[in-house]
């Protein structure tokens, strides 16, 4: 199992407790916070367990919603990747991502989700990846499409309306 991903632009690798400070401008943002939770921003101390979550999911399955860093500098710019989700008392593997605000718009979350999706199938051998958002989050439903991702239900979760999307990946099902 690879530690980290990697392409063109970026590098998808696990979290480190150290990564706290790095993290609070883009998880305390409301902005970016606004389809994910409302827009409430996160404490320290969510962003810690956040961290903490996704270094037991890496542990366990080898996969988690990595940070993402940006080649030419090394900065912290979001997350993206898999983690473990119970939807509707089932459970399923999503795929989900999150970009500081001033790294909208440049394709990253789209170029980091196909490395997240290939993992998926060629290592966490999952037969099935599903994506979720709130129906007004365009750019993310433009991102489930483009990764080959379809419509499969509305559903709530947490007490908001939502999209479920989902992907199958057969024998021969190429990316
Ligand atoms: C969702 C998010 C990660 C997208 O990041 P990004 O790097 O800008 O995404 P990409 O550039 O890879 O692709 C976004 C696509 O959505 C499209 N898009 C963006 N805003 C849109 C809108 N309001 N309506 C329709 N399409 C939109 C873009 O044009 C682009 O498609 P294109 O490449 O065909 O032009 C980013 O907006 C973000 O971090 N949002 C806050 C966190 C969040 O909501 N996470 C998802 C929770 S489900």
């Not at 480190?16 to 400070?21: M, N």
């Not at 606004?34 to 969510?46: E, F, K, W």
Request: aromatic share 8%; net charge negative.
């Amino acid at each position: 199992m690879p530690h980290h991903l990697e392409t063109d632009r970026l590098w998808l690798c696990p979290w480190e407790a150290a990564d706290v400070a790095a993290a609070r401008p883009i998880f305390g943002d409301p902005e970016v916070m606004r389809y994910i939770n409302g827009g409430v921003p996160c404490s320290d101390d969510q962003i810690r367990e956040s961290i903490f979550r996704q270094q037991n999911h890496f542990r366990s399955r080898g996969f988690c919603l990595w940070k993402l860093l940006l080649k030419s500098d090394a900065r912290l710019i979001g997350d993206c990747g898999l983690q473990p989700l119970e939807l509707d008392g089932v459970s399923e593997v999503e795929i989900g991502w999150r970009l500081a605000k001033d790294q909208w718009g440049q394709g990253f979350a789209t170029e980091a989700a196909h490395a997240a999706l290939q993992h998926a199938v060629e290592h966490a051998h999952l037969e099935r990846v599903i994506a979720i958002a709130m129906p007004e989050n365009r750019a993310s439903l433009c991102i489930m499409e483009k990764l080959g991702m379809n419509y499969e239900r509305a559903t709530q979760k947490d007490g908001f309306p939502i999209v479920v999307y989902a992907r199958h990946f057969g024998e021969k099902l190429s990316l």
